[in-house]
């Protein structure tokens, strides 16, 4: 289950902050030692570049093992 204003994909979380100066939806995942930031002008582009993020992540994480 998620909490306002966060996002959950495959085990990991992300929180969401509108920006409303270029009017977009910022998230960074949360509870990791790197930092993964990413951004949507919807909820459906953010959940999107989320997914993406994240997959991108486990596949290098993936790699470097």
Same mark, same amino acid.
């Given at each position: ?17 509108? =920006?409303? =100066? &270029?009017? +977009? +939806?910022?998230?960074?995942?949360? *509870? #990791? *030692? &790197? #930092? +993964? ?5 919807? #909820? ?10 994240? &997959? *991108?992540? +486990? ?5 470097? &093992?």
């Amino acid at each position: 289950m998620s909490t306002p204003n966060t996002m959950r994909y495959r085990g990991y979380h992300a929180s969401m902050t509108f =920006d409303p =100066d &270029d009017r +977009i +939806i910022v998230g960074r995942v949360m *509870d #990791i *030692d &790197d #930092i +993964i930031s990413f951004h949507g002008e919807s #909820i459906a582009a953010f959940e999107q570049a989320f997914h993406e993020a994240i &997959d *991108d992540y +486990i596949e290098a994480c993936a790699k470097l &093992d």
